[in-house]
Structures are given as C-alpha cells and as structure tokens.
C-alpha cells in the first residue's frame, strides 16, 4: 500500500486563494521531492528538499521539509489557473536503497476563475 | 538533447499477449526505472536499475520483466497481459538515486 501519505486528495480553489497540500511518512525519510503533472502530461519536477527544517520557495510556491524528515509541505499563495494540475510527493526513506523513490497518490488541483 | 523517449504512446492488447514497452534516455544517467499512474494511486514503482546489467523490483513487479544491457536503454516487457495492466506507464531516469527524476511522456496501455 502507499507508504507516503499525501492529503487532500482533491483541492478545489478560488483564483487568488492560497492553500496547502500535506505529505506525511511514517518512516524517517532521506529526502522528499516534488512534482507537478498537467492533465495529460508527465510528471515534472518541483524541488527537492534534503535538511531537517528545510524550507525553500519558488515565486508563489513554498516547500518544506519537517523537522524529524517525515513530513513535507507545499503552500500556494494567490493561485492562478496555470496552477492547475496534480502535485506529487516523492520521499526516500533511509532504509531504502537509493533508487525507490516512493509517491503519494497526489493532490489534484482545481482552480476556478 | 531529447532525454527520455519512450514508445509506442497508445497500445491496445488483448488478454494473454505479451508486449515490450521501450524506454531511452540520453542523459548518461545511471539510474532508470518504470511507474505505473492508476487513478487514486500516485506512481507505484515496477523495477528500477542502478546501472547497466543490474535491476531489483519495486512496489508492484509481478507480471512485468525488465533488463538493462546499456546506459541508454531500459525496457519494460509484459509476459501475458492482463486487463489489471491497464495503465499509464512511466519511464524515468535520473544521474543518481537520490537525484531528480525526468520522466518520459508515458505510454497508455489498454488490455482487453
């Protein structure tokens, strides 16, 4: 089953509202990186996040990394419709070995004009 | 540079038949593996490959071989397929592990 959380499933947003999509483990994880796909597309990566407490901002967008490496965020301020889209996590748990990166089942993300 | 290409797009097989989907990459990148997207799911991982002539299974290997005889190519094959194999299928590819993954433009597949 899938071993990183990732909540809400379905966001449904007013345009130049902000929100947050949360990404939960419960394994200690290596690194956490995140994904943008467009209806239709492939996924595209965002960021990686790597250090305890991390957190690292793309114009509207903010990442971040929780202390104890199990949890992530990404809080979008004054969403547009280019917004739109499904935002994956990906974590690496420690115990893993390098290459099993593992996702979340994703935030699909609605904006309304 | 066109990355990670991946054939066919669309593919529609019928129950039992088997099939190859092709992936490659032109990064150099040593580490490549394959996702299934199923609604609700995320990406689930199939295999992956740290390099080339080594692969290991991930989240859901059953039903789906791969190889890795160079860098650049990673092919996933479907022994006998079967309508639970319908999906989107992913390739990707990255320099390391741990590094960023670039993805292919997926292939459909269609098993009736």
């Known amino acids: 089953g899938q071993q990183v959380m990732q909540i809400p499933q379905y966001q449904h947003v007013q345009e130049g509202e902000d929100f947050t999509t949360y990404c939960n483990s419960s394994?200690?994880?290596?690194?956490i990186q995140w994904y943008k796909q467009r209806p239709g597309g492939h996924p595209v990566f965002l960021i990686q996040?790597?250090?305890?407490?991390e957190v690292k901002k793309q114009k509207r967008l903010t990442f971040q990394f929780g202390e104890a490496k199990k949890n992530s965020s990404l809080h979008i301020t004054a969403t547009q419709t280019t917004d739109v889209g499904t935002y994956f996590c990906?974590?690496?748990?420690?115990?893993?070995?390098?290459?099993?990166?593992?996702f979340g089942a994703g935030t699909q993300v609605v904006v309304t004009p | 540079n066109a990355g990670v290409t991946q054939t066919p797009k669309f593919q529609v097989l019928k129950t039992g038949q088997s099939m190859t989907l092709q992936c490659a990459q032109d990064?150099?990148?040593?580490?490549m593996s394959w996702y299934r997207q199923d609604p609700g799911m995320g990406l689930r991982l199939i295999h992956y490959?740290?390099?080339?002539?080594?692969?290991d299974q991930g989240e859901v290997p059953n039903g789906y071989n791969v190889s890795r005889s160079t860098t650049e190519d990673f092919p996933l094959r479907l022994l006998s397929a079967a309508p639970s194999q319908t999906s989107v299928y992913f390739c990707?590819?990255?320099?390391?592990?741990?590094?960023?993954?670039?993805f292919g433009n997926g292939t459909r597949l269609t098993v009736t």
């Open positions: 990707a590819s990255s320099y390391s592990g741990a590094s960023p993954l670039h």
């Open positions: 394994t200690t994880l290596s690194n």
């Open positions: 996040l790597v250090k305890s407490g």
């Open positions: 990906a974590g690496l748990k420690t115990t893993d070995s390098w290459g099993k990166l593992q």
């Open positions: 990064m150099n990148h040593e580490y």
């Open positions: 490959s740290v390099g080339a002539g080594i692969t």
